[in-house]
């Protein structure tokens, strides 16, 4: 991946979520943890991108959080100067509905995605390679970061992010 020409990506690659069956909470059937399904879009252009995620089968009324998976570990899938509270009302958070379904999405970004996560105070950037929906089973967030894995915090599905399907036509139109 060191020979990609992240500068050159503009536009929307699909993300194509799999199931992690082991990292689920010892409470939860595990039968039913990997019902769970997910797909999405990630965006990036000169001045900024956007996600979007679906997903169903996942625990009601869950608190889930989505990460994007980067060389430098796990970033929050929002943009570089969001507030984060660690109180329950981080921008990343999700509240799955009754029946298990949710919609993410985050737009703007102040960042192409494509072209890695701006580091504060640097100009080092954390280079995106997936996304990660987390289950936080204590009901709230951490903050900028996930919290403490298999205790707290359960990644349940991940998507890769391809670079090679990077199409260049305007959002909602990928291939």
């Known amino acids: 991946m060191t020979d990609r020409k992240t500068d050159k990506f503009q536009g929307c ?18 039968g039913f943890w990997v019902q769970a399904t997910a ?9 900024g991108g956007s996600i979007s995620i679906s997903a169903e089968g996942l625990i009601p009324l869950g608190v889930y959080t989505v990460w994007f998976e980067t060389d430098r570990g796990l970033r929050p899938a929002a943009p570089t100067d969001a507030v984060y509270t660690a109180d329950g009302f981080d921008p990343n958070r ?3 509905n009754s029946d298990g379904i949710l919609n993410y999405y985050v737009g703007p970004l102040n960042f192409n995605p494509f ?6 105070g640097s100009k080092s950037t954390a280079i995106i390679y997936g996304v990660v929906i ?4 204590y009901r709230t967030t951490n903050g900028t970061v996930p919290g403490e894995f298999n205790v ?24």
């Open 94 to 96: 999700l509240v799955v």
């Open 152 to 175: 707290n915090f359960f990644e349940q599905l991940r998507a890769d992010v391809n670079f090679r399907t990077v199409s260049k036509t305007a959002p909602g139109n990928s291939v």
């Open 134 to 137: 987390g289950f936080n089973s």
């Open 39 to 47: 797909s999405g879009e990630i965006c990036g252009y000169d001045c």
């Open 115 to 120: 072209r890695g996560i701006p580091l504060n």
């Open 13 to 30: 690659c699909q993300l194509n979520f799999n199931i992690l069956p082991a990292n689920k909470p010892a409470a939860v059937d595990a």
